[in-house]
């Protein structure tokens, strides 16, 4: 598999607080699953990875344009990753240098 696993970071308000606990949020492709995407962080923010939940979170239909046509959002999947304890990853210490 030569395409990456890992999309993005998935930061909010929520997440920002999981990682302060541990626990780091991640868009994630559909296909992923549970041991390439601990291999995937591992290897990519040279991290240690104890635990890994995943969560398919499907699209929602929404109203779009001037005939308020429906159109459906595309179904994502949600990784939340659990490092060893007193390792951290840097894209989820934004709000932590904002209070500095």
């Known amino acids: ?3 990456t696993v890992l999309i ?9 607080q999981l990682a302060q606990t ?3 949020t991640f868009i994630v492709a559909l296909y992923a699953n549970k041991t390439h ?3 995937e962080v591992s290897k990519m923010y040279k ?5 890994v939940r995943t969560s398919v979170v499907t699209g929602k239909m929404k109203r779009t344009g001037k005939k308020q046509k429906p159109t459906e959002r595309p179904t994502w999947k949600k990784a939340m990753v659990q ?3 007193g ?5 989820f210490q934004i709000g932590e240098q ?3």
């Not at 991290?47 to 635990?51: A, E, K």
């Open 47 to 51: 991290v240690t990875v104890t635990d």
């Open 8 to 16: 993005r970071p998935y930061i909010t308000e929520k997440t920002m």
């Open 37 to 39: 995407i601990g291999q």
């Open 1 to 3: 598999m030569n395409t």
């Open 22 to 24: 541990g626990w780091y």
């Open 98 to 100: 904002e209070k500095k």
């Open 83 to 85: 490092l060893k304890s």
């Open 87 to 91: 390792q951290t990853i840097d894209a």
